[in-house]
């Protein structure tokens, strides 16, 4: 899906990055440790399913499916619950038959990449029982082991909700990308939100080769206290803050402005400078010359390959989405209908900037005037 935190994975770096320094600046205004474990070394298995890091499983599925963010047989388990039933009561809870569960997870390893698994053959407790043994089954859990200590801490230690929600959002901030796609996949779900987080919980947070101790046990209605606000905060605690796309913005326009001062002290470069600007003062055509307010939106898929647009205060995404939808709808393939599309903002201060459909455009171009604007269809 395409959230505003799906910046260019160079800026994403520095969101994780700026996120770890206004974390522990938080807590430390709370009078909190942030205490973080170190990570542990875990032999990897490099192919198959269960038990595979999240990162080789998505290495292995984009040679199918290129761009592909969350790893194809944990949709295909996500997918097979929606269809049987997720509002079956007990879903989660009743375990499906042990033997069964265990049948499937071995035919799935040999067969699932070669296309010949039959998926009618799996019940609904049968996929729920797949999808637990697989987050269980990570070699590092889905909210990794170097800050398992801070989300505990978050609850046992922060008593306001709001406060705890700022703390959480910048850790969902500091997961790594394959990690945090996952896992919000994961708790989108139309369940009871007491059972889903009481059941879930503990396969998220504990994983393959850990024993649960007294400690862990006790830790485990506080696991369910995150898993519940992660899920009924969602659409906030996903997306970057935007003063930490602002600050990546201000790190990016800095690293230019430094590069200009930097070649400016070569002569060969000076005497290239020179030569540029003589070529920029000649006439240029009029159609490049865009007027304040008016950008030039470029769509490759569409008949219609670009369109200059006027921006006013309430301009939207979707506004433009939809201009572009309106005069292309006759001369679009079947397959670019089909797609789901959204409008990036790309270069200038930021790489790339999957845009909410409820952006307001003119605030983007003028926190980002030298920024060209495309069409895409979401990534997977």
């Not at 206290?225 to 800095?254: C, G």
Request: aromatic share 6%.
């Amino acid at each position: 899906s395409c959230l505003n935190y799906n910046l260019s994975p160079e800026d994403m770096k520095k969101i994780r990055y700026l996120s770890l320094i206004e974390l522990t600046a938080f807590y430390d205004a709370l009078g909190v440790e942030l205490k973080r474990n170190r990570a542990e070394r875990v032999r990897r298995r490099e192919n198959g399913l269960f038990g595979v890091p999240l990162t080789v499983l998505l290495e292995n599925d984009q040679k199918k499916v290129p761009g592909i963010k969350v790893p194809l047989i944990f949709q295909k388990l996500l997918l097979k619950l929606e269809e049987t039933g997720l509002e079956t009561e007990g879903i989660l809870r009743v375990p499906g038959s042990a033997s069964r569960v265990k049948n499937l997870h071995q035919e799935l390893e040999t067969k699932f990449y070669e296309d010949t698994f039959d998926w009618d053959q799996v019940r609904n407790n049968d996929a729920a029982g797949l999808l637990k043994m697989f987050i269980r089954e990570l070699p590092s859990p889905l909210f990794t082991v170097e800050y398992l200590p801070a989300f505990i801490t978050l609850v046992e230690k922060i008593p306001k909700i709001k406060l705890q929600l700022q703390a959480l959002h910048l850790l969902i901030m500091l997961l790594p990308e394959a990690n945090r796609d996952t896992a919000k996949v994961s708790l989108k779900n139309k369940m009871n939100l007491w059972n889903v987080s009481m059941i879930v919980a503990p396969n998220l947070f504990i994983y393959k080769g850990k024993r649960a101790n007294q400690q862990e046990m006790q830790a485990a209605a506080t696991t369910a206290h995150i898993v519940r606000l992660l899920i009924r905060y969602q659409d906030i605690l996903w997306t970057v803050p935007s003063f930490l796309i602002s600050q990546v913005r201000k790190m990016n326009e800095a690293a230019i402005n430094n590069s200009k001062r930097q070649l400016m002290f070569d002569k060969g470069v000076r005497k290239l400078l020179r030569r540029k600007t003589m070529e920029r003062e000649r006439p240029e055509r009029p159609e490049s010359d865009i007027p304040e307010g008016v950008i030039r939106v470029y769509a490759p898929l569409h008949s219609k390959v670009s369109m200059a647009i006027q921006l006013n205060s309430q301009t939207k995404a979707k506004d433009i989405l939809a201009r572009f939808h309106c005069e292309n709808s006759r001369g679009l393939s079947q397959n670019v209908r089909s797609q789901i599309q959204s409008l990036h903002e790309v270069g200038g201060n930021i790489g790339q900037h999957c845009l909410d459909p409820d952006a307001y455009i003119l605030d983007v171009y003028h926190a980002n005037p030298q920024a060209e604007w495309v069409i895409k269809p979401k990534a997977s």
